[in-house]
């Protein structure tokens, strides 16, 4: 079975900063792109920043400059630390990890997410 745990949500002033943390854990073979989206109330879910294997890294228009995407490899984990925070990035965070799994007779692939964490940023 696979977990994905995130931490670091939490209630910060505009301006603030705030880490996010992902570990994926269970019988996994190999973590391939992971990344985080966002979902504010009655908006769909939105791609906010990702990360290939490799440690190519895109992100969304709005949070170019303010966020980094990154993640340790050993640990099957990926960070994102958000500064100069704004009210609008307000939202509930989910990690994403494209995962490939080992059954023990072959390997599968599939999309996983985490149970998402809260941001919220006062103005």
């Known amino acids: 079975q696979v977990q994905l745990v995130e931490s670091g949500g939490g209630l910060v002033q505009a301006g603030g900063s705030l880490r996010l943390s992902c570990a994926a854990s269970g019988s996994i073979f190999r973590v391939n792109a992971m990344g985080w989206y966002r979902q504010a109330p009655g908006k769909q879910r939105d791609l906010v920043a990702i990360?290939?294997?490799?440690?190519?890294?895109d992100y969304a228009d709005s949070v170019k400059g303010r966020f980094t995407i990154s993640r340790d490899n050993a640990e099957n984990t990926v960070y994102l630390q958000m500064n100069s925070l704004k009210p609008e990035d307000t939202a509930v965070y989910y990690c994403?990890?494209?995962?490939?799994?080992?059954?023990?007779?072959?390997?599968?692939?599939?999309?996983?997410w985490g149970q998402g964490t809260q941001v919220t940023v006062s103005s």
């Open positions: 994403n990890a494209d995962l490939s799994l080992w059954t023990g007779i072959r390997t599968t692939r599939d999309d996983y």
């Open positions: 990360i290939t294997s490799g440690g190519s890294t």
